[in-house]
């Protein structure tokens, strides 16, 4: 419960108490459905309607102080809950059972267990039969360590109420306490198959899974629980579990998942490993698996709160490193890739050029791609003017998807960038936002320079009057050399040369989307 909530309820309930008109008591009846509720966990409910059967109450009745009592207890006061209790047991000798088990209860909470067990034996003098007080008294025995002793009470609780499920989850949670998951387990699992779904049952199940680490039945259970919540009308609750859902599950899930793929691309690598032939001639007969249609692209999960930027990038170096611009992940401190094949891998490190104005960034991630997405660092040589190239990555992602990579077609129109900066050369290949990063190739599938923006239209347009077309530029293949401190080496005979089509299915699995936040 939020703490405005809160404040909210125990501002509602001081004037419960304090201004009513006229004299009147709840039925025993009405006090039942709003212990049901309390006991449902649905707890603002339970005050709005008491509130409404107290409202022409002059002095509270011995039934609306206990029932202000459990409300408290279930705000987690026991202090408060203990002065009510025992105030109902000045208001009418007819609940003193119920008052004194409260009034057990509240002291257990306290930590005062010689009280507690005094209490609950006041309470089952009064009414042999009150479930409450055994409940009380199992509790008592479990915090003295008697595990037995409590077994024998919560199991009597259960019997006198008929498998109540409020006694139900004070036994599984007793059990839980001692650690004895199993037995928690199949105490509430036989509950839920012997009556109908209970959301606080069911929540407690899930919250058991949770402790034993298996996070997708505790993630399944909990959202089964807060839509049950949900539809009884306790949104408080429901809110409750989806926000532990958002900020707690979520990253577990996540590794999870993470941890789920990591072991599947090790076991498709091996039977990789297994099926090939040494030595393949360059892009010729390429190894790398193909996107099958029904294949599902795993999906990258962010803050919603937060904002978000995209970029592309390529793969190198045996899979361990993506390089891109630094302009597409500065200021970030959770980065994430996929690669056109739709495998995710997060970033552990940014490595970044000494002289800040070489805008390259070196990624390295937790987990490496698998080999055969990655391309060779020997591959890199620098651009040419005049020589065909090709533009991949992912622009304007969140119009023309984010899932596969685009390509464009042009030549390298000169070896400076605008205004003679040397380290950038010039391309008439198309480019838009979120190429940033992305690899250019030439015809022979080597990686001449990498991505970083497009002559300013607006500014041409305002200074010069007119609009500029197809005016891009990358960083030189020399300057990513430098940066990798990996020298370039020199063409010593003709390569094969490759169209759009060959360049792009060759390299879909080595261009990734980036997302950082």
Same mark, same amino acid.
């Given at each position: 419960?939020?703490?405005?909530?809160?404040?909210?309820?125990?501002i509602?309930?001081?004037?419960l108490?304090?201004f009513?008109?006229?004299?009147?008591?709840?039925?025993?009846?009405?006090?039942?459905?709003?212990?049901?509720?309390?006991?449902?966990? +649905?707890?603002?409910?339970?005050?709005?309607d008491?509130?409404?059967?107290?409202?022409?109450?002059?002095?509270?009745?011995?039934r609306? *102080?206990?029932?202000?009592?459990?409300?408290?207890?279930?705000?987690?006061?026991?202090? %408060?809950?203990?002065?009510?209790?025992?105030?109902?047991?000045f208001?009418?000798?007819?609940?003193?059972?119920?008052?004194?088990?409260?009034?057990?209860? &509240?002291a257990?909470?306290?930590?005062?267990?010689?009280?507690?067990k005094?209490?609950?034996?006041?309470?089952?003098?009064?009414?042999?039969?009150?479930?409450?007080?055994?409940?009380?008294?199992?509790?008592?025995?479990?915090?003295?360590? *008697?595990?037995?002793?409590?077994?024998?009470?919560?199991?009597?609780?259960?019997?006198?109420?008929?498998?109540?499920l #409020?006694?139900?989850?004070?036994?599984?949670?007793?059990?839980?306490?001692?650690g004895?998951?199993?037995?928690?387990?199949?105490?509430?699992?036989?509950? =839920?198959?012997?009556?109908?779904?209970?959301?606080?049952?069911?929540?407690?199940?899930?919250? =058991?899974f949770?402790?034993?680490?298996?996070? %997708?039945?505790?993630?399944?259970?909990?959202?089964?629980? &807060?839509?049950?919540?949900?539809?009884?009308?306790?949104?408080?609750?429901?809110?409750?579990?989806?926000?532990?859902?958002? #900020?707690?599950?979520?990253? %577990?899930?996540?590794?999870v998942?993470?941890?789920?793929?990591?072991?599947?691309?090790?076991?498709?690598?091996k039977?990789?490993?297994r099926?090939?032939?040494?030595?393949?001639? %360059?892009l010729?007969?390429?190894?790398?698996?193909?996107?099958?249609?029904?294949?599902?692209?795993?999906?990258?999960?962010?803050?919603?709160?937060?904002?978000?930027?995209?970029?592309?990038?390529?793969?190198? +170096?045996?899979?361990?490193?993506?390089?891109?611009?630094?302009?597409?992940?500065?200021?970030?401190?959770?980065i994430?890739?996929?690669?056109?094949?739709?495998?995710?891998?997060?970033?552990?490190?940014?490595?970044?050029?000494?002289?800040?104005?070489?805008?390259?960034?070196?990624?390295?991630?937790? +987990?490496p791609?698998?080999?055969?997405?990655?391309?060779?660092?020997?591959d890199?040589?620098?651009?040419?003017?005049?020589?065909?190239?090709?533009?991949?990555?992912?622009?304007?992602?969140?119009?023309?998807?984010?899932?596969?990579?685009?390509?464009?077609?042009?030549?390298?129109s000169?070896?400076?960038?605008?205004?003679?900066?040397?380290?950038?050369?010039?391309?008439?290949?198309k480019?838009?936002?979120?190429? &940033?990063?992305?690899?250019?190739?030439?015809?022979?599938?080597?990686i001449?320079?990498?991505?970083?923006?497009?002559?300013?239209? #607006?500014?041409? =347009?305002?200074?010069?009057?007119?609009?500029?077309?197809?005016?891009?530029?990358?960083?030189?293949? *020399?300057?990513?050399?430098?940066?990798?401190?990996?020298?370039?080496?020199?063409?010593?005979?003709?390569s094969?040369?490759?169209?759009?089509?060959?360049?792009?299915?060759?390299?879909?699995p080595?261009?990734?989307?980036?997302?950082? *936040?």
């Amino acid at each position: 419960m939020s703490n405005y909530k809160f404040l909210t309820l125990i501002i509602s309930l001081f004037t419960l108490i304090c201004f009513t008109i006229k004299a009147y008591a709840i039925t025993e009846n009405q006090y039942l459905v709003i212990n049901k509720l309390i006991n449902e966990e +649905n707890i603002d409910k339970a005050f709005s309607d008491l509130k409404l059967m107290q409202k022409d109450e002059v002095k509270l009745s011995a039934r609306s *102080q206990i029932l202000i009592g459990k409300i408290y207890l279930a705000l987690e006061q026991p202090a %408060k809950a203990f002065s009510f209790f025992e105030q109902a047991t000045f208001t009418s000798v007819s609940t003193d059972d119920l008052a004194y088990a409260g009034m057990s209860i &509240s002291a257990i909470k306290l930590g005062n267990l010689s009280d507690a067990k005094s209490y609950a034996e006041k309470a089952l003098n009064e009414n042999p039969d009150l479930v409450e007080a055994k409940l009380a008294l199992g509790l008592v025995f479990t915090d003295y360590g *008697q595990i037995q002793k409590a077994e024998t009470y919560f199991k009597k609780a259960i019997l006198a109420s008929r498998n109540s499920l #409020t006694s139900v989850r004070a036994y599984a949670s007793s059990k839980m306490r001692e650690g004895q998951h199993k037995e928690a387990r199949d105490i509430i699992t036989n509950a =839920l198959l012997e009556q109908k779904s209970d959301a606080a049952t069911t929540d407690l199940l899930g919250k =058991l899974f949770w402790i034993e680490g298996n996070v %997708k039945e505790a993630v399944r259970l909990r959202s089964e629980a &807060s839509e049950m919540f949900s539809k009884s009308g306790n949104i408080q609750r429901a809110e409750q579990i989806i926000s532990w859902l958002n #900020t707690a599950a979520m990253p %577990k899930v996540n590794e999870v998942r993470k941890s789920e793929r990591i072991k599947k691309e090790k076991i498709e690598e091996k039977k990789v490993e297994r099926k090939q032939k040494p030595s393949q001639p %360059k892009l010729v007969t390429p190894k790398r698996a193909k996107l099958k249609p029904d294949t599902i692209p795993e999906e990258i999960f962010v803050d919603k709160e937060k904002p978000t930027y995209t970029g592309s990038g390529v793969i190198l +170096n045996n899979g361990n490193w993506v390089i891109t611009n630094k302009h597409v992940i500065e200021g970030s401190k959770y980065i994430v890739v996929r690669n056109g094949l739709g495998k995710v891998r997060d970033v552990e490190f940014v490595e970044v050029p000494t002289d800040e104005h070489i805008d390259l960034a070196l990624l390295k991630l937790k +987990n490496p791609f698998p080999r055969d997405y990655s391309l060779s660092i020997s591959d890199i040589k620098s651009p040419k003017a005049g020589e065909q190239i090709y533009v991949m990555g992912y622009p304007m992602s969140s119009i023309l998807g984010r899932y596969n990579p685009s390509i464009s077609q042009g030549i390298v129109s000169k070896t400076f960038g605008f205004g003679e900066i040397t380290g950038q050369f010039q391309i008439t290949a198309k480019m838009n936002k979120g190429n &940033s990063g992305g690899p250019i190739f030439n015809d022979k599938g080597e990686i001449i320079g990498i991505s970083i923006g497009k002559l300013n239209k #607006t500014e041409v =347009l305002n200074q010069d009057g007119f609009i500029p077309e197809d005016v891009n530029v990358g960083i030189s293949g *020399q300057v990513l050399s430098n940066f990798l401190n990996i020298p370039i080496k020199a063409n010593l005979s003709e390569s094969k040369k490759y169209d759009a089509s060959q360049i792009y299915e060759y390299m879909r699995p080595s261009v990734v989307f980036i997302v950082s *936040q």
